[in-house]
Each structure stands twice: as structure tokens, then as C-alpha cells.
């Protein structure tokens, strides 16, 4: 399956994004599906996943602003993001997971400006 993420972009502190991910196959077999983070010169970072059965958790860093969601039948899957701050400036990845092998989309630049 490959994943593509769009939504990405340069936005004012506080201001809103969503990101998607689009499977060009179904997104029903994985176990989950989740949303990564990379800033410059930090490690990659898990910032939200679903599970198949819609169970949901966040990192400490972004609980409450972002909202991760799935729909099945349009093999896609979102990252509401709001209150953005400067410090979630990162590429933003994409994640497939599968017992034994994950699948990475090609990731998107998020950027929040000050």
C-alpha cells in the first residue's frame, strides 16, 4: 500500500490545520494507523493513532489540540490540528501498521510561525 499526506503548509500560531492520508489500497487490515512528527535535528516522534477498532491516543505534547480520525471507505486518514504552536513544526508522517511491516507515506512540512 502506499500513503500519501497532503494538507500540510505555513500557518500563524494558533491557527488550524488538517492533514490527510490517503491509502491507495484499504486501510481496514492494519492494526492502526498513526501520525508522526519529525523536527530538524530531533528524533520522530508518535504524536496520535487509531486503532481499527477507533480507539484513539495522543502524546502529552498535543493532547486536546489535535483530533485524529479514519473513514474506511475512503481509505483515508486524518489530523485535525488546532491552536497550533511554533514548536509543532515538523514533517509530518503517516503511518500503517501491520504485524511485521509499517508502511510510511513521504511525509508533509507542516510550519507555524509566530
Known amino acids: 500500500v502506499q500513503l500519501v499526506e497532503s494538507g500540510g503548509g505555513l500557518v500563524q500560531a494558533g491557527g488550524s490545520l488538517r492533514l490527510s492520508c490517503a491509502a491507495s489500497?484499504?486501510?481496514?487490515?492494519?492494526?492502526?494507523m498513526g501520525w508522526y512528527r519529525q523536527a530538524p535535528g530531533k528524533q520522530r516522534e508518535r504524536v496520535a493513532r487509531?486503532?481499527?477498532?477507533?480507539?484513539?491516543n495522543y502524546s502529552d505534547s498535543v493532547k486536546g489540540r489535535f483530533t485524529i480520525s479514519r473513514d474506511n471507505a475512503k481509505n483515508t486518514v486524518y489530523l485535525q490540528m488546532n491552536s497550533l504552536k511554533p514548536e509543532d513544526t515538523a514533517v509530518y508522517y503517516c503511518?500503517?501498521?501491520?504485524?511485521?511491516?509499517?508502511?510510511w507515506g513521504q511525509g508533509t512540512q507542516v510550519t507555524v510561525s509566530s
Open positions: 489500497g484499504t486501510i481496514f487490515g492494519f492494526n492502526a
Open positions: 487509531i486503532t481499527s477498532g477507533g480507539s484513539t
Open positions: 503511518v500503517a501498521e501491520r504485524i511485521g511491516s509499517d508502511y
